[in-house]
């Protein structure tokens, strides 16, 4: 029987056998991109080809420490947010987008070594059913499969899934590494699309998370004139207890919060057409109204007036969700988030347009040097 | 951003371990097959002492040829990594005929390889294709809808088209493999839309809109996709446990795969031994089989590369390789006549 070790070597073979011998299509059709798209993807692969499900988001957070500008420093707090300061004096603002994404909690393994799983975030089961699996732990991550159901249980909704990891009893799982509390995913790409569109599994908030890091990198930082405090936060998928945290630190001292965080957008053939339909491609989107905030208008009106006076595109808009920056109203602090338009949000098949990116990182940028 | 439940602890009921194709299913699948490896009932990987023991022994004959599993294990992934959709087999024919130098394609589309001479004339086959998708529509804002090949005689489990939702797919246009996704309703949207009872249907090909970003039909044609463009989940070959490999037909590929094998290691065969890749075996008749019986028969004896698979016709369809090593020996052996 092979340990675990043993099988992540050869799950490594297996992609690379694949990624070798696979008539499969390239992954980035990149040839004729701008550089402004080129360093999006740049940027936004390897964040979205790390794993991090709520309470488990350290291979994301070190991979954004990774991409900070070298003169950024960084702290991360004892809720796991991690946090780099800019600039001096008041008014502070706050920007924040969300390391984690949705995913399963091992929280037991049965006689016959299957694993039983707890959800992390809101999403479609049915998604997950029979499909890879990935058990994330610290010596590396475990190939296993999500469970098919029985054949006789015809509806769209599956019951609470299960992996199996191939052990066949609950001592050789254990053997292998596999023990409660682990987090398990599915393996995931990111993959271009035709254009400038791509698609992957946990855009949200990957996306956001990017466009913080690529801000940065373009920030000028002698045209602040107050301290901008970029923060990439924990567990927002589960309750936006990492926001809640940095909330708590800060209390009163910011005047504004931007959550930089998903517009989930209705630009689908499936989709109602009531509310969100702010296609994809069309610049970041002024998320006014969403399940947890309200943006008063007149901070709308002005978050409009930045994005014209430096000829970056935005649309506006509401949507459902919650997000990051409505932890902070209870202490005065205003949200005003700023979003990006996702197709098929929490599915392992969101696709983006690269072009909204550019646009979320220029915005971002902007509201810091001149808002 | 987040949406929909927060922490909801799973509870298992109802969920049967061999899934929506159950075993039974499967031995029923394969009963036509005579060269099969012999499971007891319920789907179990483990070697017994005894077992071993056998192997032991099987590996201390002479006459068997040597083969290695680390070949094995490869063209298994690489079979399983390809799309052969029934009647659309071309690029996995033309793959197969490039593995074997002075193998042939015939009209209907079987590759073939013809091993010794004199009689008796026998035949292996092994069938390469699977249920899958073509293109059926463009539609003006450059989504495409899908049309499902196969399954007839073999219909596919009612939860088959639902491995498509809100998955990654490769569409197979003349220009080359095409990356797209099937849209699903995201989660947040849904959010208090539906009453407590609401019907809860599965997901069939007739919802399954594909995005390969295209803003245009034009776009989408622009990139070489045309009406009956093969479709596929896109595949992404796992192993897992003790040399498990789970992925779309994984059964059929890794039995496919043991016969590649089985011929890679030289067998010095009895009389004539016609090996054939067959085609279309999924769709109707059976073409592929029966053009082979009927262009280079008759055969004294006809066998079928065959696996015993765990969560058959789902993306994660199970073989275990260790069967896959002891059907080469046993493929060998036939062809040897021993």
């Known amino acids: ?371 | 951003m987040i949406g929909g439940k927060r922490g909801v602890r799973s509870r298992h009921i109802g969920s049967h371990p061999e899934g929506w194709a159950r075993y039974d299913t499967v031995q029923k699948h394969t009963r036509e097959y005579t060269l099969q490896r012999r499971v007891a009932p319920g789907p179990s990987f483990r070697m017994g002492k005894t077992a071993a023991a056998f192997l032991l022994l099987l590996s201390a004959l002479p006459p068997v040829r040597l083969f290695a599993q680390g070949d094995l294990d490869r063209l298994a992934l690489r079979f399983a990594s390809m799309t052969a959709v029934t009647g659309l087999e071309q690029a996995m024919v033309d793959s197969l005929r490039a593995l074997f130098p002075g193998s042939t394609r015939d009209h209907v589309g079987n590759v073939t390889l013809t091993l010794g001479q004199g009689s008796p004339k026998r035949l292996f086959t092994c069938p390469l294709d699977e249920v899958g998708y073509v293109v059926g529509n463009i539609l003006p804002d450059g989504f495409l809808l899908l049309r499902r090949v196969g399954g007839t005689g073999r219909t596919a489990s009612p939860l088959f088209d639902q491995q498509l939702e809100g998955h990654r797919v490769t569409v197979f246009g003349a220009r080359g493999a095409v990356p797209g996704v099937v849209a699903v309703k995201s989660t947040h949207l849904t959010r208090g839309r539906s009453a407590p009872g609401t019907p809860d249907p599965v997901f069939t090909v007739d919802n399954a809109y594909v995005d390969v970003g295209a803003t245009s039909a034009a776009e989408a044609q622009g990139l070489g996709i045309a009406v009956l463009a093969p479709v596929s989940l896109a595949k992404r070959p796992q192993l897992y446990g003790e040399r498990l490999l789970a992925a779309p037909v994984a059964g059929r590929r890794a039995a496919c795969a043991a016969l590649a094998a089985a011929v890679q290691a030289k067998p010095k065969v009895k009389g004539t031994v016609v090996v054939a890749f067959t085609v279309q075996s999924l769709y109707t008749s059976n073409a592929g089989l029966a053009s082979v019986k009927a262009l280079l028969g008759p055969f004294d004896d006809i066998k079928t590369a065959a696996l015993p698979a765990r969560y058959a016709d789902t993306a994660v369809e199970t073989v275990a390789l260790a069967d896959a090593d002891r059907l080469v020996r046993e493929i060998l052996q036939w062809m040897e006549g021993r």
């Open chain 1, 1 to 371: 029987m092979a340990d675990g070790r043993t099988v992540r070597r050869a799950v490594g073979d297996v992609l690379l056998a694949v990624c070798l011998l696979s008539a499969g299509p390239p992954d980035r059709l990149s040839a004729q991109d701008s550089t402004r798209i080129a360093e999006a993807q740049a940027v936004l692969a390897p964040l979205v080809e790390s794993y991090g499900v709520s309470g488990a988001e350290g291979p994301v957070r070190e991979a954004v420490k990774r991409l900070l500008p070298s003169w950024a420093k960084s702290e991360t707090d004892t809720a796991g947010n991690l946090w780099v300061r800019v600039g001096q004096g008041s008014p502070v603002v706050v920007v924040i987008a969300h390391l984690d994404e949705i995913g399963f909690r091992v929280t037991g393994i049965r006689d016959d070594g299957t694993l039983e799983l707890e959800t992390r975030g809101g999403f479609i089961s049915s998604l997950f059913e029979a499909k890879p699996a990935l058990v994330h732990t610290d010596q590396g991550d475990i190939a296993g499969v999500f469970l098919p159901r029985d054949s006789g249980f015809t509806r769209h909704t599956p019951p609470p899934l299960r992996v199996d990891v191939g052990a066949g009893s609950r001592a050789k799982a254990m053997a292998r590494g596999v023990s409660a509390g682990q987090t398990v995913t599915m393996p995931k790409q990111y993959v271009r699309l035709s254009g400038t569109r791509a698609t992957g599994r946990s855009f949200d908030d990957r996306v956001g998370a990017t466009a913080q890091l690529i801000a940065l990198r373009r920030l000028d930082r002698a045209a602040l004139k107050h301290q901008v405090i970029f923060i990439w936060s924990v567990r927002e998928e589960i309750g936006l207890e990492g926001a809640a945290a940095a909330a708590a630190a800060l209390a009163t001292t910011p005047r504004r919060v931007h959550a930089i965080d998903t517009f989930v957008s209705a630009d689908s053939p499936i989709e109602l057409p009531n509310f969100a339909v702010t296609p994809i491609g069309r610049g970041a989107v002024a998320r006014a109204l969403d399940n947890s905030s309200i943006t008063p208008p007149a901070y709308v009106d002005s978050l409009v007036q930045v994005a014209r006076a430096r000829g970056v595109a935005l649309q506006v808009g509401t949507t459902n969700g919650g997000n990051d920056g409505s932890e902070f109203t209870p202490y005065g602090v205003v949200d005003v988030p700023i979003g990006w338009p996702l197709r098929y949000s929490h599915s392992p098949a969101e696709v983006i347009d690269l072009k909204d990116v550019v646009s979320l990182a220029d915005m971002i940028r902007a509201v810091a040097e001149t808002w």
